[in-house]
């Protein structure tokens, strides 16, 4: 069988959809802090984070501080769902920073 490449979601693609559906377990109130505040400082809109992670993590902190930890751990399950990966459980995951983990996963995705 033939696998035709238009098929595949982009680690982009994935990674709006992951994030959207991560964020809404905020809530709209805190959803919207979220975006306005990536939007304000970085000019970009949260489905647009992919390359600079960071932003996100910054957003996230920003917004709802210590809460952060669980909109990003969502994001990444969702996001090794959506891109079909086996997650990596490791000892260290907890201890590695947001950026690091989401550059873990789109290495792995473009091997």
Known sequence: MVYSMSKKITFE???AQSTTEA???LGDIVSKIVTD???AKYSISLN?????PAALDEALEH?????KIIIERKLINLLYEKLDL?????I???LSSFEKRIN???NRYHE
């Open 13 to 15: 693609e994935a990674f």
């Open 23 to 25: 964020i809404k377990i």
């Open 37 to 39: 505040f990536l939007e």
């Open 48 to 52: 647009k984070t992919s390359n600079n």
């Open 63 to 67: 917004a709802i501080d210590g809460g």
């Open 86 to 90: 086996e997650p990596i459980h490791s």
């Open 92 to 94: 260290n995951s907890n």
């Open 104 to 106: 873990e996963v789109k």
